[in-house]
């Protein structure tokens, strides 16, 4: 089956289409330094016409509780836009999708108890090794795990 995962990061969203566990393209869509997501809607679009994939399998996002929910909450809703556009996409193509927690799939790197800057350096060795190539972008890695997970 021809799935598409996505790392739906507001300024640079990235992309992997997998065709089973064979990983078959990767892509980081540039919307500028504002993060307007609608800017990359024709490459999203490009990429559903060329891959036709079956399922989108996107991650979903989450907010901490306490004080730090306070302190990401903007980023967070703005993570959530993001993904809501970018399924609705998919959607309007008749392309199912499926959320996959941050938690699940960073289990695959050792879990998300590492912190932040491990994970990031961990999920681009495992996407490079996945990829046979050097992966460099974090996002691009963030796809290609989600999809291989």
Known sequence: MNIRACDPDCRTPAFAVFDG?????????????????ERVFPDIEAIIG?????????????????AEAARRFQAVSRLVEA?????AIFAVSNIDHRLVAPFAWQ??????????????????????????????????????????W
């Not at 993904?83 to 399924?87: D, K």
């Open 50 to 66: 060329a891959w036709r994939p079956r399922l989108l399998v996107i991650e979903s996002q989450y907010l901490p509780s306490g």
């Open 107 to 148: 289990s695959s790197l050792g879990g998300a108890a590492l912190g932040r800057e491990q994970l990031k350096r961990r999920s681009i060795l495992k996407a490079s090794k996945i990829a046979g190539a050097r992966i460099e972008d974090h996002n691009v890695a963030d796809a290609i795990n989600i999809g291989y």
């Open 83 to 87: 993904r809501g556009m970018i399924a």
């Open 21 to 37: 566990t064979r990983l078959r393209h990767w892509q980081l869509l540039q919307a500028g330094r504002a993060g307007h997501v």
